[in-house]
């Protein structure tokens, strides 16, 4: 079955400079949810979209930002990078009308700022 | 606000049963998800239960739920070696799409043969 994809796999940038990550959700999900977990940690929630309009809003900076497109893709922008935004992001999706919106995860993108 | 707690280190022998805590603090939360994450990788949507089941089996796996208390256990049956992996506990406050997911900070089971 086709899961949700997310590209790149791995980015390294240096401070102060901008990042893209990708994500591309399960056929036919209309929901992408966007979390970021620190080594150690759990996954925190930054961000979701609904039928490409903004559902939820976590702890995400305000040096980030993310939309979904008409595909239902979604991109998360990233600008300004700080050392403590290495992390690994996960996107996950989720599909309209399943209970109860079970959310399926991507691979993640490993991002390393040096 | 919300807030989900787990055991940080969970280690059996192989064959055994594990059973893996979490409590949670949000009482209108309607479903709750139990997530596997193995090194590296992404998280495995396992399993999950609607708040108004006491018990859900799938195979190797039964959730309990005790509501009154806010207390999820994972039971894994004949733990395997390939059970080793971080698991987490996540609840969602509503049931409606695009809420977050409230993870716990995980509990690393370690299985032995």
């Known amino acids: 079955a086709a899961g949700v994809i997310q590209s790149p796999r791995h980015l390294i940038k240096e401070k102060r400079e901008t990042a893209t990550l990708k994500c591309y959700p399960i056929p036919r999900h209309d929901t992408v949810y966007w979390y970021q977990q620190g080594p150690g940690q759990d996954p925190q929630f930054l961000i979701s979209f609904y039928e490409k309009m903004q559902s939820d809003k976590g702890s995400i900076p305000d040096r980030f930002s993310a939309q979904q497109f008409s595909d239902y893709h979604s991109e998360l922008n990233m600008s300004s990078l700080e050392l403590g935004d290495s992390a690994l992001y996960f996107c996950?999706?989720?599909?309209?009308?399943?209970?109860?919106?079970?959310?399926?995860f991507g691979p993640g993108t490993r991002l390393t700022v040096t | 606000g919300e807030d989900v707690e787990q055991s940080l280190f969970l280690s059996v022998r192989e064959g055994d049963s594990s059973v893996i805590n979490c409590t949670y603090t949000d009482s209108s939360s309607t479903y709750l998800y139990w997530y596997k994450q193995e090194p590296g990788a992404g998280l495995q949507l396992l399993t999950y239960i609607f708040s108004n089941m006491d018990m859900k089996q799938d195979q190797r796996l039964t959730v309990l739920l005790n509501k009154k208390d806010k207390h999820l256990s994972l039971r894994i049956a004949d733990t395997q070696t390939g059970d080793s992996a971080i698991y987490f506990c996540?609840?969602?406050?509503?049931?409606?799409?695009?809420?977050?997911?409230?993870f716990g900070k995980g509990t690393t089971l370690s299985v032995s043969s």
């Open positions: 996540a609840e969602s406050p509503l049931n409606q799409a695009g809420t977050a997911l409230i």
């Open positions: 996950a999706s989720s599909g309209y009308g399943t209970r109860p919106y079970e959310q399926y």
